[in-house]
């Protein structure tokens, strides 16, 4: 969507709500602009910080002075507020100003948490790295989501696809790898693909052939899904007795991961880690480059059209929800063979739902639904930092559980409004009837 | 090129083709005319694979064929241009064209080579295109354009356009047959579709006519005339003038001054509009679609906020009252957006029929409806206004559009009436419809109400009105007495907004 399209859909909407989008941006930035300058700048302690690029000891690093760094912030937001209230002239520098806000968000969280603990240093390139690592089942799941959707079937079956792809594969491993050999390892693998690939399968069969309501088909596959590993757990897993294993193991790219400082932290990972990127990547060219893609695009937006044209709507929908469902199994595996090596009932916990929500910040495009993933990535690993450091406010010390919270809250309220409106493909949802 | 031998078929309690023939030959136009319902869509949906036929056979140069879907139709050259274009919104102009016929370079779709195509295809009929434009950046002409160049695309020299006039405006329309006659002229074949006789007059070479289902005719185009072609489409003699008495206007019932209101996004697509509608007179307005109509009928029906200016009815100032306030006044709406505004499709015929008045004490007590009530009331409607229908208590989207149209001019029409406000009351309706549909609205006005019409045919306009007055850019270019008016002076003040013939 571009810039113009996207403010006459502001002002479409204000004609109803009275405020527009952009106003509420701009009054959101504005009061926190003052809090960060009255309130935040002055109470946080003086005394230097510094952000390490590497562990210890004798770490690479820049220190900095967190009220600074508080009140340049604090003047960039207040700027952005008042953009979106000026002239129509200079108005045109509204939207990057809100962009650029938007973004100054992550450094904000940043040098607030550290500022607030009593730890001195944290290594930032690290953090990243564990951004990018949890933003793996999110990023999958998100791209299953693109192209069930993208081919027009809302799966909202995620989740369970995830969960039964880790639980399957697990237990295929554990019974007869003794979850110990490689080889079995990757055959367990591609069971988790192919278990996710038969129940996306169940979901098209459900939505397509018997026109069951999409969203009900997705609550019955997850409800299945988490049934059905239960079971296998504690009939099957429970009893072989085993509780971990060996795991897929990391490996670093080659020269990438040579880079002195930052290469062997960022380019060193594991192999499902990487799949990742292939998959995304894979997705975007397929989907948007090739004629097959084309056709799965076309059903998700005007399925009649598709079919006056000789395209096999019921036949490229079947195809785009099993793919998705393969990639979700994949994403199942990273839980129970890559991030741990063990399975636990309901271990993807709620992952194929962000998936969902990362897919709609993307505004269903795979490199969107992937910037969403690394959004979540980053607030998962943020909250999971801040419990680390000890975060604490006037002696007071904040509970972990609003720890974990409290970055998603905050990157979700800013962006959104940076990030506007998301529509999704026209014919999601719709079953398709063949004319006869 | 194309024959068709007694084809059939049937949909659950209807036959929609019953034994029907056809041929087409090379380079020439054969219109397919009929009224809503006849079948002639059914028809070519067969011959385009999206139906398949219960009996019959269909040749294409000669050979039998059995189409699966329509895929194998675009095999043997047979392209169609729907009466709803077929597109994608959100896909350029090129995506749409290549899809399903994809042209590729290695795995991957080779946009550049489509895009040199389809200008050369654009160069040779003369249909401009823009390959990069997004489709629902639009126009309605231009989308058609889309639709052409997608069938020619695919190598298609038997082409079936259904119903291609029925959207555009009479600039645009003059131009596609333009367009048409350049394809003959390079050897394509077309089935025309169509329920405008002056049209089918204007290009046709030989003319099929269906009705319930049947063919009831087939001729040369030359020696066919509106009226002949209009008895067999219908089945009786057919009044084409409206036969009206002097109108006796009384006092004046609808007022606006200088109105202004904003469309969807936001512009004032009626700019200071000043109109006085008297009780017993019809007051036409005509214009180019686009030039405020949508808004004007929805301001004054309170349907839409004013963005300033008055409006006022029976002496009071109605500015912005809600539309149910303005209904109790009598003032009825016959709105131009039939599924959206006029009628509830998941909705039976008899709730359809009471939607204006379900509130009132006769069709419900207590908040619990009487459907004794609001059923027999229903039956007479149905019966007075000659809806064709299984029954009252059928859903109203089972009903074709001219009979929903009765349905809301039923609706509409009764009660104790004093003006009017009626917007394109007879698009897509066929000729025995919009006769009777014509005939009501001069009833009413014999009685006394007050009518606005709105209508994009200037046909309609000149027979029905008594004042006609010309919308242009938001303001009424010009109000004539319709007596007086001709096509040409009207057609001048909708172009340009000025002319000689101002009085």
Known sequence: MTTVEHAAGATRASGRVGLDRQSITGLVFGVLGIALLAGVAPAISGTSRRFNFEPPPDPAGIGFHPPTWVIAIGVLFLLTAVLGFAPPEARRWATPARLLSALAVIPLLLVLSLALSDNPSTNIVNLFNESLVLATPLALGATTGLWCERSGIINIGIEGTMLAGAGIGYMTYATIGDAQSTGWLWFSILISVLAGGLVAALLAVLSIRFGVNQIVGGVVINLFALGLTGFLRSEVIVKTGITTGVGTSEFGLPLLSEIPVIGDQLFRGKPIYWMMYLVVIGTWLVMFRTPWGLRVRSCGENPHAAETLGVNVVRIRYQSVILGGLIAGLAGAWFSMESQTRFEDNMTNAAGFIALAALIFGKWTPWGAFGGALLFGFSRALGTRLQFLGVEVSGFEIPSEFLQALPFIVTLVVVAGAVGRSIPPAAAGQPFQRSK | ?503
């Open chain 2, 1 to 503: 090129m194309l024959e068709v031998e007694g084809i059939t078929k049937a949909f659950p309690g209807v036959v929609a083709n019953d034994d029907v023939s056809l041929t087409l030959n090379q380079g020439e136009i054969h219109c397919l005319l009929g009224e809503n319902g006849a079948g002639k869509s059914t028809l070519v949906n067969m011959v385009f694979g999206l139906y398949r036929p219960d009996q019959g056979i269909i040749k294409v140069r000669g050979e039998e064929v059995h189409f699966e879907d329509s895929g194998d139709a675009i095999d043997r050259g047979i392209g169609m241009v729907h009466q709803h274009f077929q597109l994608i919104p959100v896909f350029t102009v090129a995506e749409n064209i290549i899809l399903g016929n994809e042209v590729t370079k290695g795995a991957f779709l080779d946009l550049d080579s489509a895009r040199r195509q389809i200008d050369s295809l654009a160069e040779r009929y003369g249909l401009a295109v823009d390959p990069d434009a997004t489709v629902g950046d639009l126009s309605v002409g231009e989308q058609q354009r889309v639709e052409l160049v997608k069938a020619l695309f695919r190598d298609a020299d038997i082409l079936i356009l259904d119903e291609p006039t029925a959207v555009l405006t009479p600039g645009e329309v003059d131009d596609f047959f333009g367009v048409v006659e350049s394809l003959t002229g390079q050897g394509k074949s077309i089935i025309f579709i169509t329920h405008k006789l002056r049209e089918v007059l204007a290009v046709a070479d030989r003319i099929t006519v269906l009705r319930a289902g049947r063919v009831v005719g087939t001729a040369a185009a030359e020696g066919a005339t509106q009226q002949s072609l209009a008895n067999l489409m219908v089945g009786r003699d057919v009044v084409f003038r409206v036969d009206k008495a002097e109108a006796d206007p009384g006092a004046p019932v609808l007022r606006t001054q200088g109105l202004r209101v904003a469309d969807d996004r936001g512009v004032e697509t009626v700019t200071g509009f000043d109109v006085e509608v008297r009780a017993g007179e019809i007051f036409g307005i005509a214009g180019v679609e686009g030039n405020g109509q949508r808004e004007l009928v929805e301001a004054v029906c309170g349907m839409r906020p004013t963005a300033g200016g008055r409006v006022e009815m029976l002496g009071q100032e109605t500015t912005d009252w809600s539309p149910r306030k303005i209904n109790e006044l009598g003032v009825a709406h016959v709105p131009e957006n039939r599924s959206k505004h006029g009628v509830v499709a998941q909705y039976t015929i008899a709730d359809n029929l009471v939607l204006n008045r379900y509130h009132q004490r006769k069709f419900s007590q207590r908040g619990v409806r009487n459907t004794a009530a609001i059923n027999a009331e229903a039956q007479e409607l149905v019966e007075q206004f000659d809806v064709r229908t299984p029954g009252v208590d059928a859903f109203i989207d089972t009903l074709s559009g001219g009979n929903q149209q009765k349905v809301i001019v039923a609706r509409e029409l009764t009660g104790d009436l004093k003006a009017l406000v009626v917007a394109q009351p007879t698009r897509g309706l066929d000729v025995g419809s919009i006769e009777f549909i014509h005939r009501k609205i001069i009833e009413l006005r014999d009685r006394g109400v007050a009518v606005l019409l709105v209508s994009a045919e200037l046909d309609e306009i000149m027979s029905l009105s008594d004042r006609i007055g010309v919308l242009y850019r938001g303001r009424l270019a010009g109000t004539v007495n319709a007596a007086d008016a001709t096509r040409e002076e009207l057609g001048l003040l909708m172009a340009t907004g000025s002319s000689e013939g101002q009085r």
